[in-house]
Each structure stands twice: as structure tokens, then as C-alpha cells.
């Protein structure tokens, strides 16, 4: 059966438009706050390479090219023809009307064949794929408004 | 390390954990040399929040000597002299920036398990449940503070650690149910409950103008210490609350009301029982037995202002009291951060000694004991602060 995902998230960033994108715009800075991307590596200008990570054992890797870039506004990205999973995304920031910053709204899309491939790509996204990406969203925020991301991962505690 | 920790409904073992250690850039480590336990770590001890797990490090109000920085952190020099707000805050979102730290969007890890509750997540909160982002507690030797350039406050060398620790979170807590009042010249202020954050209540409504306070509970150290602070008081076993405060304001009711006492409220009567057997049964999580009585007894157009720590649902709210005679609820986890400096103040100018709260000091390893007299009222007890390093007896 064809798995297809497509989620959608807004989120408001007490930053400027313009800092926002430029974090963004470098893909290789995704993994840092998005759970199931393992690495991104940035070819050129428009291509760049995805590995994913998470709770399956077998990651799946892709070339992505940005098909619209509007400075500051808007990314749209969307895989090369011929892979094995074919997923888009968007993400779009807008100033606020007040002071509170930028809204950014983000869609992610994965079409994905029947088989392996796509079981891998539902146990990704497959569960609660909104609550996945708005964690993503959120842990964004943390590094942009606080320059890091809030975790208690290695802290101590007692006999469980 | 020695550390407090969570190991069940009623049950807390001092355990050997490891030292927590630096892992954001914006960390700090701080050793701990006082630590106290609050009415709210009565909440978990009870076991009414179902976030908290085994091994949960517990503790919010504690102070210390700064021993290790990230390198973002540049305000505080190792060696430094600091108290730690309970509430954990980024300074940088939307809610920090307008003072409303417990707001924090950044600091709770954990905030989808919030959202789910809430719709929307509070502050990460230290040494309090999953819920509030799992952070380890400070009744321990060390603790890490995360976003330390913001949440540490640093202390004159003259003041002791008694006389500041509660800068922590009861002072600011009952200062903040105070200034939530907005207290008129002339005003009366009734607080229920006369623990540690109803005590700073009093002291704090006075400090901001209030003409009488009229202070709720049934603990007879507990009101005499009220009345020491020149409260009037009411013990609710012995008089109908709601009358009693009418008779004592000729009829008008009080002109605003704080519950400091929260979820755990002791209820008389039917509606006690009731809230009892739905809290048993989990089809009500908190009992608002306070709450209710103190939105019937405020004047028309007065304030109910709730320090009281409310985690899911209650029943049976007289919502048509609330709405027919125009009050005003206001309400929250303290913005700890934002009263810091104030209350400094008050203290450096001689105002209010923190200190009267304390009625036991007990070595970090006598906190099994500690949190049973706290909770049963044994022995007088009010407020404890714990003394990591002090031998056991
Ligand atoms: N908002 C915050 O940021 C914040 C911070 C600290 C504590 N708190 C909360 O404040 C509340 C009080 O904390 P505490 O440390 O003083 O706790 P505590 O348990 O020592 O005090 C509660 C008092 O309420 C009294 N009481 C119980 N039922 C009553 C009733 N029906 N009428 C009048 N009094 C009654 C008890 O006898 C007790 O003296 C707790 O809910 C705690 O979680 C909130
Ligand atoms: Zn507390
Ligand atoms: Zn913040």
C-alpha cells in the first residue's frame, strides 16, 4: 500500500524573519533540532543530501533540491525524481503585525511506495507525525530564542 | 552525590546518584548548602502527579556556591553566592521578556505532555514531575541549573543562607498572591491556609498597604504564627468560614481572597467527603474545597487570587458566584525571577526576616523524616530547610 504523510505546523518566534531563514537555509543545521534527520549534507547552492535517524534501525537517504526560495519568506524543497521516497517540504516566515517576531509555518509531505521503504517511513513520521513536527518547530524556537535547546538528557537520577 | 529521590506514593530514599555535570553551554553546576521542602513537594509525595517516576531527584527551593560554568554563563564567577528560582526560564521568548517567567516557552523539554493537559506549557519547573520537563530537584549536594546567566541571583556575603533561601519561591509565591490583589489602602485580605506560602502571604499584603488580613487555617502553631504577624485569624474547624469573615467585614466580605492552600485543600462536611471519594476514584484530581469557599466569602467585584497549586481538574466550581458578583481570578507558578531585587530590598532594609519561617534544620540525609512531619504537622513542624554535608545524628 502507498504510505502518504502530509502535516502541517505553525509556530510564533520572538526573532526577525531574517535570522530565521538564514538558519534554516543552511540545511545542514536541521538535524540539530529535527529528531529523525540523522545528517544533512549541503552539495550546492540547490542540492543537498538527507539521512534520516530514529527508533528504526535502518535509516533511508535522499537528495533534495530547493525548487523555491524567496529571501526571508519562503523555502520550498522537494526530492530529486527517481529515489525511493519522495517527500517535499515547505516553511514560511512571516513578521508578526506586533512585536512578538515571526510566524512560521512549516509542511511536510512523504510519499512513499509500498515494502520496506515505506514501513520504515511510517514508523518514522507514522505516529502522531503532527506532534513530531511541532516538537521539531518548538526545538527550533528553543535554539533560535535561546541559543540551545532544553533537555535534561544526562542528568542524574536515582535507582529507577 | 546524595540526593533525594521519588520512590513511590509516600516514599522518598536519600540515594547515591551521580554528579550532575554541565551539558548546555548556558549551564551551571551549583553546591548546594541549604535546600528546603515545600508544601508543592507535598503534592508528588502524596503521589497525585502521575508524571513523576522512581528515581525523580526532588527540590525547588535551593541555594548554594556556583562550581561550574558553561561558557555562555559570564555573570557568575565560580565561587559565587547564589539562589536558584524554581521556575526555569530562557530570558529570551515573548513571556520572559515581559516577566512572566513561569511562562517560559523554552525551558520545558517536555511540553508536549503539557499541551496535552493544558493546551499550553508552563516554564520548565526544577525537581517537579515529567510534566513540568523532568529536571532534577535540588535536595541533593549539587544540582544543574540550566540557563544559568538568567536564573542565578547572586547574594551579599552578610545575608545568611536562612534569610535568603526562600527568595527561592515562598517569598516571591506569597508576594506575588499579595500583589495580585492589588491591594487598596483600606483593604482586608483573607488567606487560607497558614503554611510557609500563606505565612508570606500575610507579611507580604501588609508590606503592600493592606489594612487587615484575616488568616484560614486549623494548625494552632500554625495560626499563632499568623497572628504573630499580625493577622487575625479563624480556625475553620471551629467557625463557619464564610460567616465569620462576613460578620468580621460588617457584612461586605473581604475585598480580595488568596487560596494558599491548593488541590489538597482539607474539606468539612458533604462537599469535603465528596471531593474525597472523587479524588479516590480519579474522576477529580484536585479538590477545590478553598477555592469554592473563598469565591463565595469575596466582596462583589473583588479578587480571588490562587498560589495554590492546581494540576488537572476540579468540580463543583460556583462559577455563577464567580460570574454574578464580577470578580477576578488571578492566578499562576510565581515569575520567581521578577521579584527577586524587590525582595532583596525589603530584606537588606530590614522589613521582613525570611527566616521566622524555619522551624527545623535537619541534615540532607533526615529527609524521609522531614517530609513525614512536614506532611503529618509533627512536632510543630512548618518549614524545613535541609543542610546537605551535616552529618546525621
Ligand atoms: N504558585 C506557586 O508558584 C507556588 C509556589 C509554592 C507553593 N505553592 C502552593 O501553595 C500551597 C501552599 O504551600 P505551603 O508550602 O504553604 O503548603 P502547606 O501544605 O505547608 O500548607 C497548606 C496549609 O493549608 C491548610 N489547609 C488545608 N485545608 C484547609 C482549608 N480547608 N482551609 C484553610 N486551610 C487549610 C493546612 O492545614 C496547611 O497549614 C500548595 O498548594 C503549594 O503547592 C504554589
Ligand atoms: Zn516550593
Ligand atoms: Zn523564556
Known amino acids: 500500500m502507498n504510505q502518504s504523510i502530509k502535516v502541517q505546523k505553525t509556530v510564533t518566534i520572538n526573532r526577525a524573519p531574517q535570522e530565521l531563514y538564514r538558519c534554516w537555509r543552511n540545511f545542514e543545521n536541521l538535524p540539530q533540532f529535527t529528531k529523525h534527520l540523522k545528517s544533512v549534507k549541503v552539495y550546492n547552492d540547490h542540492r543537498s543530501h538527507w539521512i534520516t535517524s530514529g527508533v528504526v534501525d535502518r535509516s533511508i537517504e535522499w537528495d533534495a533540491d530547493i525548487v523555491e526560495d524567496r529571501e526571508n519568506e519562503l523555502i520550498r524543497w522537494a526530492t530529486v525524481e527517481g529515489g525511493d521516497v519522495s517527500h517535499s517540504g515547505l516553511i514560511e516566515f512571516r513578521p508578526t503585525p506586533n512585536d512578538r517576531g515571526t510566524v512560521v509555518r512549516a509542511v511536510l509531505e512523504y510519499d512513499s511506495p509500498a515494502g520496506a521503504i515505506g514501513d520504515t517511513i511510517a514508523k518514522l513520521f507514522g505516529e502522531a507525525p503532527e506532534q513530531q513536527l511541532g516538537d521539531d518547530l518548538s526545538r527550533f524556537k528553543m535554539l533560535m530564542e535561546a541559543g540551545e535547546i532544553a533537555t535534561t538528557e544526562g542528568q542524574p537520577h536515582g535507582a529507577q | 552525590m546524595k540526593a533525594v529521590c521519588w520512590q513511590g506514593t509516600n516514599k522518598v530514599g536519600v540515594e547515591t546518584v551521580p554528579d550532575p555535570k554541565i551539558i548546555n553551554p548556558r549551564d551551571a553546576i551549583v553546591k548546594i548548602t541549604s535546600t528546603a521542602i515545600c508544601g508543592s513537594d507535598l503534592h508528588l509525595y502524596d503521589g497525585f502527579n502521575p508524571t513523576m517516576q522512581p528515581g525523580d531527584i526532588l527540590g525547588h527551593e535551593f541555594m548554594g556556591e556556583v562550581v561550574d560554568r558553561g561558557s555562555a554563563v559570564k555573570n557568575v564567577e565560580i565561587g559565587d553566592r547564589v539562589v536558584v528560582p524554581f521556575t526555569i526560564s530562557c530570558g529570551g521568548c515573548f513571556f520572559c521578556q515581559r516577566d512572566l517567567w513561569s511562562l517560559c516557552d523554552n525551558s520545558n523539554p517536555n511540553a508536549w505532555m503539557a499541551e496535552k493537559l493544558m493546551g499550553h506549557s508552563p516554564s520548565g519547573l526544577f525537581g517537579y514531575s515529567q510534566l513540568t520537563g523532568g529536571y532534577a530537584g535540588g535536595q541533593a549536594e549539587y544540582a544543574r541549573v540550566p540557563f544559568a546567566d538568567v536564573g542565578l541571583f547572586k547574594i ?27 491591594i487598596q489602602p483600606g483593604d482586608t485580605v483573607a488567606i487560607w491556609g497558614c503554611g510557609p506560602v500563606g505565612q508570606f502571604a500575610i507579611r507580604s499584603a501588609f508590606l503592600l498597604g493592606a489594612e487587615r488580613v484575616i488568616a484560614i487555617d486549623r494548625v494552632p502553631e500554625r495560626l499563632a504564627m499568623a497572628k504573630a504577624g499580625k493577622a487575625e485569624v479563624l480556625n475553620y474547624e471551629e467557625v463557619e468560614v464564610g460567616e465569620a469573615l462576613k460578620e468580621m467585614t460588617g457584612g461586605i466580605g473581604p475585598d480580595s481572597v488568596i487560596d494558599a492552600v491548593g488541590m489538597e485543600a482539607h474539606g468539612m462536611g458533604l462537599a469535603g467527603i465528596y471531593d474525597k471519594v472523587k479524588q479516590a476514584v480519579r474522576l477529580e484530581t484536585d479538590r477545590p474545597h478553598v477555592l469554592r469557599q473563598a469565591i463565595v466569602a469575596c466582596r462583589k467585584g473583588g479578587t480571588v487570587s490562587v498560589p495554590g497549586v492546581y494540576t488537572g481538574f476540579v468540580d463543583k466550581m460556583p462559577m455563577g458566584a464567580f460570574m454574578n458578583k464580577g470578580l477576578t481570578m488571578k492566578t499562576g507558578q510565581t515569575h520567581v525571577h521578577k521579584y527577586l531585587p524587590k525582595l532583596l530590598e525589603y530584606v537588606q532594609r530590614g522589613e521582613i526576616d525570611p527566616a521566622f519561617v524555619i522551624t527545623h534544620h535537619l541534615p540532607l540525609e533526615q529527609a524521609p523524616h522531614a517530609y513525614e512531619i512536614f506532611k503529618h504537622k509533627q512536632d510543630n513542624c512548618i518549614k524545613v530547610v535541609l543542610k546537605p554535608g551535616q552529618a546525621a545524628e
Open chain 2, 156 to 182: 551579599p556575603p552578610e545575608l545568611p543562607d536562612e534569610q535568603v533561601l526562600f527568595f527561592t519561591d515562598i517569598f516571591p509565591t506569597g508576594y506575588m498572591a499579595a500583589e495580585n490583589c492589588h
